[in-house]
């Protein structure tokens, strides 16, 4: 599945992902913002693309590469904690290299996954959940149609001692 928009593509992961998956995955600067503290092996990631062929209905989930105007992979997009039933999902997104941010990629990735998600899968309303200190992802997701609806206090442990999180909801 590709989603063609603008200047962008969202597609679905393949193997040769992998390497570039577990570098980006086990950079420590990228745990700050998702969530993740722990090295990820080769082998466990290998497992997780083959998985990502499930439907997003079975899996709850969906991770889509992100690649600029020249086919290259620059980030990733994924929905998550997809409750049909109440018509939302979670989003998340990382351009990795600091190269590749400020040039309106994710801000097209936002956009081309709000509209997938209205049109293909229903979704009412997308949720994102930002450290307040993401000052650039904060006013990422305020440009594309998010409202801060609430703050988490002191809800993230960093190095540096604890840190509000910004709860961000968009209605389709």
């Known amino acids: 599945m590709n989603i063609e928009y603008k ?33 990820l092996s080769k082998y466990n990631l290998a497992r ?63 956009d081309a996954i709000s509209l997938y998600a209205r049109n293909e899968l229903g979704i009412f309303q997308l949720y994102a959940n930002v450290a307040d200190s993401n000052k650039a992802s904060v006013s990422l997701f305020r440009k594309s149609g998010f409202e801060v609806n609430g703050v988490k206090k002191k809800w993230l442990r960093t190095p540096h001692g604890r840190e509000d999180e910004i709860f961000l909801q968009k209605e389709l």
């Open 48 to 110: 997780y693309v083959e998985a990502s062929h499930r439907d997003i209905w079975e899996s709850k989930e969906m991770r889509l590469m992100i690649e600029n105007a020249d086919k290259k992979p620059v980030g990733t997009i994924e929905l998550f904690d997809f409750d049909p039933y109440h018509s939302r999902a979670g989003v998340g997104i990382m351009i990795y290299n600091k190269k590749e941010r400020r040039k309106g990629i994710a801000g097209l990735a936002l």
């Open 7 to 39: 200047t962008i593509t969202l597609r679905a992961l393949e193997p040769e992902d992998v390497d570039l998956l577990y570098a980006w995955e086990n950079d420590p600067e990228s745990w700050q913002v998702s969530n993740v503290h722990a090295l």
